[in-house]
């Protein structure tokens, strides 16, 4: 299924949590650099995709997330630095509520899984801010000094915030940690690879990449403390941050330009969705599962994960992605630069073998 | 740039794969910077900062002088120069490297003996060649945890008479046993050349740098840029010619010299090893000296009506391999960084202790520092490294300059011996 969001260039697209025929899609005019920007409320029936709501920007939008607390909102971020609060609700077509504090463009906002009362939304002016959506200023900053092209509550506690920004760190904030000039800060992880010690003999040498710009990263939904980031090397990495020295655990390649964006299956714990600037969507297995393929442990984190499997519809860069979290495990939303949305089963595009594994 | 080509410069970016730059978060580096200039009023400020003229161990007009003495003499100019009250002075911190048992018993004694009442403590620390910065940066965070509210980072050495064997005691078996910890006590010399060979640092490079430090010691004398922050200081000393015992005044540093090139520097004969590259021209001189920076709260700075010099922000304390310690800026520099939100197109000045030319000019080129903005007024090589005096001395000279030029970000940061590398970020005001 398909619906084109003519003129505008999608940028996110998010399933609603409450009904599994709605979507939300931000998209933007001239490709986000310049104009309008565009937030579409869509309805699934069996006679395709048809918008139920349509929202004008004055800039560009990069972001969207669906209210945890009510079924008919959603917060957008957008190219100049505001973030808006739409709901079907309201008669116009004019945000409820806006908020403006950051400097630069905000590319990403995630809602709090837990108390579902606060977000979180990240900036290119090197900040990520935590909100009350029933309150007009935002409740806490904290800096990443870097471009942060996304951020999340942990899905599981309603106090950790993880970051990753184009410095090349997955930052971990704590708000349980005491206000100090750490600014809640609990974990610095350089996604490239810690550096050797100079002179230092212990340890074994480990791999380690340049640093480069990290674009996308989420919360695994059943393994609590890892998270997948990827980014401008095209590499995706796992990481498990009850240690994070270890470096990644997994690392998947095969995508040809950067990782735009990441989704972690919310029916497999070992099953993730991401679209790049190669205008590919695939899907991986990070090779968690009790029945991967068994391999030898010697060969590092590359050794880890398989890629199930490909879509090759979009023909321009795919820069949102979303699993539906109802109904057949194997459906997700794809939106892309060709102004498209595709709703598409992901079985579809693997072997019998790996796609059973979809109820 | 309009914002639209700054967005497709940025979105670009991200098509270049594993070869690419990471951009620069346009907007956030200038807000680092601009964030630091801003004035609160629980800044920890430096309201007085001096020194007195570094001179020549063995020779120069400190030869036959006390540490002790030289501390005094620092802590009346400070006290005359901010006009502070020095009853309300709370704690003092002296950094000094080579004096038994720390020097704590005679730095007491010379700041009572410097008109600072009973109820002034004192107390001793070393960090090796960090160590007058260490003194520093622990009295501003005792004012900013709240423990006092006024005090003293200084720095002293007596190189003249303390400097010797006597300095390291002789190591246990058990220290001698593991590889790392037998690298302690490895000559200074013996390493740096080790490492000069290792990094590759060659001779040349090492004698350029060495002259451009004279050179604009010289430079910097001669235009008196110096006299703002020396505290001429009268002492005793004994003329080595006559043997009788003279009454002077040292104003001036004795070590820089003029007509000083790499050409010249490249006669000199290697110290630590025949085929080696480090010499007495490349490295730091012995000296004697003695440094004072009185700190306190902006708010408490503007209620005393004190002049305000500038204020600390940050600092950082790294550890590298002791075989590698001239590295240790190079670890501490990015640290301090990180800390106080900048990079380093947001600093004005940076001064980088001249323990060793091969050291210095190693961490600056690595961390691709602008070699126009480090040690404008020359460093140690040209006047000298008493060692625990260095760290306080670097505070006037960075503010001094940084006040003359009407720049504002300075850093100052060393390699310690051991292993580590200390930094501290300072902004005039």
């Known amino acids: 299924m398909e619906f084109r969001t003519a003129g505008y260039n999608g940028y996110a697209v998010k399933y609603s949590p409450y009904f599994d025929s709605r979507l939300a899609v931000v998209a933007s005019a001239n490709f986000g650099l310049v104009g309008n920007g565009r937030v579409y409320i869509l309805g699934l029936d069996a006679n395709g995709i048809h918008a139920e709501r349509v929202y004008d920007t004055p800039d560009s939008v990069y972001d969207l997330a669906w209210a945890e607390r009510n079924e008919t909102q959603v917060i957008v971020g957008g190219g100049d630095g505001s973030i808006k609060l739409f709901d079907t609700k309201s008669p116009d077509n004019f945000p409820v509520q806006e908020w403006k504090e950051h400097n630069r463009e905000v590319y990403s906002v995630n809602y709090n899984l837990v108390t579902k009362d606060s977000f979180v939304s990240s900036s290119w002016d090197g900040t990520v801010k935590v909100w009350d959506p029933v309150r007009p200023n935002s409740l806490l900053t904290l800096p990443t000094h870097s471009c942060t092209y996304s951020t999340a509550f942990a899905p599981r506690s309603p106090s950790i915030i993880s970051a990753v920004s184009s410095d090349s760190h997955l930052r971990i904030f704590d708000l349980r940690t005491n206000p100090s000039s750490a600014n809640h800060l609990v974990h610095l992880i350089p996604i490239h690879g810690y550096p050797p010690m100079p002179g230092s003999t212990y340890g074994p040498p480990r791999q380690t990449y340049a640093p480069s710009e990290c674009l996308t990263h989420d919360w695994n939904k059943y393994r609590d403390t890892v998270i997948a980031t990827a980014g401008v090397d095209q590499l995706i990495r796992t990481f498990d941050i009850r240690n994070p020295k270890a470096g990644p655990v997994a690392i998947l390649r095969g995508h040809d330009y950067a990782v735009r964006k990441l989704s972690w299956s919310p029916h497999l714990s070992d099953v993730l969705l991401s679209g790049s600037y190669d205008m590919t969507a695939r899907v991986w297995s990070d090779g968690s599962n009790a029945n991967a393929p068994s391999r030898p442990a010697n060969l590092g984190p590359e050794a880890w994960g398989d890629e199930l499997g490909r879509m090759n519809v979009h023909t321009e860069f795919v820069t949102g992605v979303d699993w539906c979290l109802f109904g057949a495990e194997g459906w997700v939303a794809t939106t892309a630069w060709d102004e498209r949305v595709c709703v598409w089963d992901v079985r579809s595009v693997m072997n019998p073998a790996n796609a059973s594994r979809f109820n | ?429």
Request: aromatic content about 4%; some cysteine.
């Open chain 2, 1 to 429: 740039m309009s914002a639209a080509q700054k967005r497709l410069t940025q979105v670009s970016g991200h098509l270049a794969g594993a070869g690419s730059k990471i951009a620069p978060t346009e907007g956030d580096s200038s807000a680092g910077r601009a964030k630091l200039l801003q004035k609160n009023p629980d800044d920890i400020v430096v309201t007085a900062c001096l020194r007195t003229a570094f001179t020549k161990g063995g020779k120069g007009g400190f030869k036959d002088t006390h540490a002790a003495d030289m501390l005094v003499g620092a802590f009346k100019s400070l006290i005359e120069r901010s006009k502070i009250d020095p009853g309300l002075v709370e704690d003092i911190a002296v950094g000094s490297v080579l004096p038994p048992g720390g020097g704590a018993t005679e730095f007491r004694a010379a700041a009572l003996a410097a008109g600072f009442p009973v109820s002034a403590a004192v107390k001793s620390l070393n960090r090796q060649c960090s160590s007058g910065l260490q003194a520093c940066v622990d009295i501003a965070n005792a004012i900013s945890a709240g423990m006092i509210e006024i005090g003293v980072g200084a720095g002293v050495e007596s190189m003249s008479l303390q400097y010797g064997p006597g300095a390291v005691t002789e190591f246990s078996e058990l220290l001698e046993s593991h590889p790392e910890s037998a690298n302690c006590k490895v000559p200074m010399g013996v390493l740096s050349e080790k490492m000069a060979k290792d990094k590759g640092i060659p001779r040349k490079v090492q004698d350029a740098f060495a002259a451009s430090s004279y050179q604009k010691a010289i430079r910097a004398q001669e235009a008196g840029l110096f006299d703002e922050e020396i505290a001429p200081l009268k002492v005793k000393w004994e003329n080595p010619k006559t043997g009788e015992t003279e009454e002077i005044t040292v104003s001036k540093d004795d070590g820089v010299r003029p007509g000083i090139t790499a050409e010249s520097l490249g006669k000199i004969k290697p110290a630590f090893a025949k085929d080696g590259s480090i010499h007495a021209g490349n490295a730091s001189q012995i000296s004697d000296g003695a440094a004072a920076v009185l700190l306190m709260k902006r708010s408490t700075a503007e209620r005393l009506g004190q002049t305000i010099l500038g204020k600390y922000v940050a600092a950082s304390v790294a550890g590298v391999a002791p075989l590698l310690m001239g590295i240790g800026p190079w670890a501490a520099i990015p640290k301090v960084f990180e800390k106080a939100g900048i990079n380093k197109d947001d600093v004005d000045i940076f001064e980088i202790n001249e323990a060793f030319a091969s050291q210095c000019v190693w961490c600056a080129n690595e961390l691709g520092l602008d070699m126009n903005k480090i040690n404008p007024k020359g460093g140690a090589i040209a006047f000298g490294h008493p060692l625990g005096c260095t760290g306080a001395r670097q505070v006037s000279t960075l503010l001094y300059e940084l006040r003359r030029r009407g720049e504002k970000v300075g850093i100052t940061s060393m390699c310690v011996g051991t292993g580590m590398g200390m930094a501290a970020v300072w902004v005039a005001e």
